[in-house]
């Protein structure tokens, strides 16, 4: 397994490798890896001959009274959980060689990056698409893979791919849960243990919102309200959103039809933890 630190060499080392006619595939992580990962870098390495990891923490997908600071940097487990999944290359760039003097550009996808978190991250998905663009044009990767417990993001990055024409085909995998339902994710390890016992609540909800609609239930203020209500007997929140949206366009419904889909976010003390679920009208 090779780390590659600089942008321009790992330029030069995906032209080489496509040369040979190699196909790459490409999971871009900020590290403090789970088995959530793991589940994308099997299907990357099953489905590509070469399989790319990045590993960077993006500052331009903070606010300024985000985490960014105390984000977890785990490099050197992440370097084995690596070799373990047989990933081929980690890209581990610098700031400064992401983001060198005189960086000038983002890139913004309107509408869809102002719902659900976006409203409560103002810029964070225009963090995130310049930082995936800029992954996208270093790594040229012929398949990316991405998780559904982000749903939005996998939304506006397969938005991105489209309007800009990235070659690259973008996969999203299903949300990998603890035995009790909670979805993995890297904030988990800011939950203490009472948290992390109370945080599975947050999948209860979902799965109580899908019973209800199953029962006939289609308004979604009355799912909301019950759902809001399970969780704030579990934490004192703030519950950030619960919504029901279409899933194509992650519009407000106010009846529910179609593909919905029914996403979260909610504070345990100090990790904010989002999840979601998509069910068929
Ligand atoms: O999901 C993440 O870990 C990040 O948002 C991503 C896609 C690597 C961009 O920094």
């Not at 190699?22 to 900020?30: E, Q, R």
């Not at 980690?90 to 400064?96: C, L, T």
């Not at 945080?199 to 209860?204: K, T």
Request: proline share 5%.
């Amino acid at each position: 397994m090779k780390i590659i630190r600089h942008s321009q060499h790992m330029q030069s080392a995906i032209s080489a490798l496509k040369f040979k006619g190699k196909s790459i595939g490409f999971v871009p992580t900020m590290g403090c890896l789970h088995a959530g990962h793991a589940s994308l870098l099997k299907k990357c390495r099953k489905e590509n001959d070469v399989s790319v990891l990045s590993i960077f923490v993006n500052p331009r997908q903070f606010s300024p009274q985000e985490d960014f600071k105390r984000y977890p940097r785990t490099f050197k487990k992440d370097e084995n959980f690596a070799k373990k999944e047989k990933v081929d290359i980690i890209f581990h760039p610098s700031v400064d060689d992401m983001y060198p003097l005189g960086f000038l550009t983002s890139v913004e996808i309107r509408n869809l990056s102002e719902q659900l978190c976006g409203r409560f991250r103002p810029g964070h998905f225009q963090g995130v698409t310049t930082v995936v663009a800029k992954l996208l044009n270093i790594v040229s990767p012929h398949v990316l893979y991405l998780g559904q417990k982000d749903a939005q993001q996998a939304m506006v990055i397969q938005t991105m791919v489209k309007d800009l024409n990235f070659p690259t085909h973008v996969k999203v995998l299903p949300t990998i849960r603890e035995h009790d339902g909670l979805a993995l994710s890297s904030r988990n390890i800011y939950l203490s243990p009472e948290e992390r016992v109370a945080a599975r609540v947050l999948y209860q909800a979902l799965l109580a919102a899908k019973n209800q609609i199953r029962n006939g239930e289609y308004k979604p203020h009355r799912i909301i309200q019950k759902m809001r209500s399970m969780i704030l007997a579990k934490t004192s929140g703030p519950v950030d959103y619960i919504e029901l949206v279409d899933a194509s366009t992650l519009k407000k419904l106010k009846t529910l039809q179609g593909n919905v889909l029914i996403a979260l976010a909610v504070w345990f003390g100090r990790a904010r933890l989002i999840d979601n679920i998509t069910i068929r009208i």
